[in-house]
């Protein structure tokens, strides 16, 4: 079973860095394509891909608009994917969830999330 747990987050200014980490259980190389990061900004409204990385690979996409300041990594031995943040606005504000995709399948994992607020 496939479990993953995010940490990180919290109230920062804009123009800060922050580093998340999502520590994974269960991952293997056959069950697993695709790990990423994905946010929500408001309560109900859907999650937005940021970034994800494939996971026997390691070939990254970052949402366009965000490129310039966001990238993903990952540590298969510690099992865990990072996602670093650069110059945040006002605007990163949300829930950061870290998810992850099968082999042939739709992302079918996912944290419980953690908070990161940009202040102004």
């Known amino acids: 079973q496939v479990q993953l747990v995010e940490s990180g987050g919290g109230l920062v200014r804009a123009g800060d860095s922050l580093n998340l980490t999502c520590a994974a259980s269960?991952?293997?190389?056959?069950?697993?394509?695709?790990m990423g990061w994905f946010r929500q900004a408001t309560p109900g409204e859907d999650r937005s891909v940021v970034a994800t990385i494939i996971w026997d690979g390691g070939a990254i996409y970052v949402r366009p608009s965000i490129a310039s300041r966001f990238t993903i990594s990952k540590d298969n031995a510690k099992m865990m994917v990072y996602l670093h943040m650069y110059n945040l606005r006002p605007e990163d504000t949300a829930v950061y969830y870290c998810?992850?995709?099968?082999?042939?399948?739709?992302?079918?994992?996912w944290g419980q999330g953690t908070q990161v607020t940009v202040s102004t």
């Open positions: 269960g991952l293997t190389f056959e069950n697993t394509r695709v």
């Open positions: 998810a992850r995709a099968p082999r042939g399948r739709a992302w079918d994992s």
